[in-house]
């Protein structure tokens, strides 16, 4: 009732816009205080400050809209074996290490926001006909999806 008048809704309405208004006031005013406050702590800690920047770098390289890992590739990791494994190239030019004939691969691990960086001659390294999203997707799952139902 408002104003001795029953409108149909208006509860729902009001709660909507308090919800807002309360989301709102938490994201700018709440939040932004908290958020400086975290990044001083993490600056001040010499070795959580390597890690978190780590892995923000990690998160922004899987998940920003260009994504560094686009060039799926299998390498194979022997030469007296056939054991291959499914990475992407991170660096095709690695001169500034004088490794003018190696690239850099990161290997994702299954299950897990982590991997291993290798630094494999050129000629183990075989580019693959899938996007680089099917390739993330069939390393996390440990190998579990089927590639032909996630092609892009």
């Known amino acids: ?28 005013i709440i939040a932004r205080p908290f958020k400086a406050f975290t990044r001083k702590l993490i600056d001040r800690a010499p070795l959580i400050g390597a890690i ?3 892995v923000r770098d990690l998160l922004s390289a899987l998940f920003a809209k260009e994504r560094r890992f686009s060039h799926p590739v ?3 990791m022997s030469g007296v074996s056939d ?7 991170t ?10 004939e190696k690239v850099a691969v990161y290997f994702p691990h299954s299950y897990n ?25 069939f390393i996390v799952s440990g190998g579990m999806i089927h590639l032909r139902e996630h092609r892009d």
């Not at 208006?10 to 709102?24: A, D, I, N, P």
């Not at 054991?83 to 190239?89: A, C, P, T, Y």
């Open 113 to 137: 926001f982590s991997g291993e960086l290798f630094i494999v001659p050129r000629e183990r390294v075989r580019v693959v006909d899938i996007s680089a999203q099917a390739a993330m997707k």
């Open 74 to 76: 299998v390498v194979q």
């Open 91 to 100: 660096q095709e030019d690695l001169a500034e290490l004088g490794l003018r």
């Open 83 to 89: 054991l291959e494994k499914l990475g992407f190239i």
């Open 52 to 54: 978190e920047g780590a």
């Open 1 to 28: 009732m408002f104003f001795e008048r029953h409108i149909p809704g208006l509860g729902v309405l009001t709660v909507v816009v308090l919800l807002t208004l309360l989301g709102w006031l938490g994201s700018t």
